[in-house]
């Protein structure tokens, strides 16, 4: 089974799509009702934690599939799967808005890992796509598996690149102190 292959067979079977993209968000609004205020305390941090693990990844990599789809296979808006490009989207931000509405979110375990993580999605796209456009190497004409190992590996090297030029390990303790 290929990516394409599991990605049409999710977007022709989506009850298992709707019910995990509804059941994250109407579970951070439960305990947002159930533990109002105590958000900060040990057990509500941890479900937050889970949710927002459950709702960002498939998020992120449903926006970094699609930004992959527009820009580098040229595809047309309108070819849109609703049930895998667009609904985990949606289903992130109102997961995070509803947590967000209880707790601050600097308050949630591994949150500041979640947005490191995009902001070096963001810069690999950002620097395959310049590369793209400037034919120095087109990345619309391999297979998808190399350009999953060539996105791997720009992701290690540009997170290798940030945490050595922002101090590493470091630049956190000095943080906290």
Not at 50 to 75: D, H, T
Not at 133 to 140: D, E, G, N, P, Q
Request: proline share 4%.
């Amino acid at each position: 089974m290929t990516l394409r292959n599991f990605i049409e067979m999710l977007g022709n079977n989506p009850f298992y799509i709707l019910v995990f993209f509804l059941l994250v968000p109407f579970t951070a609004i439960l305990a947002g009702f159930f533990g109002k205020g105590e958000g900060h305390l040990s057990p509500w941090k941890y479900l937050y934690s889970i949710l927002i693990y459950l709702a960002c990844i498939p998020g992120v990599f449903a926006i970094a599939f699609s930004v992959y789809l527009f820009l580098f296979e040229r595809r047309s808006i309108f070819d849109t799967d609703l049930y895998t490009q667009i609904i985990p989207i949606v289903s992130m931000f109102v997961t995070i808005f509803n947590i967000r509405n209880n707790v601050n979110l600097d308050a949630i375990p591994g949150f500041n890992k979640i947005s490191g993580l995009i902001l070096v999605i963001a810069a690999t796209l950002i620097f395959m796509w310049l590369i793209d456009r400037t034919h120095i190497y087109a990345f619309s004409y391999i297979p998808f598996y190399q350009l999953i190992l060539i996105f791997i590996g720009l992701l290690l090297v540009i997170r290798y690149g940030l945490s050595s030029f922002l101090g590493g390990k470091n630049a956190e303790t000095r943080r906290e102190e």
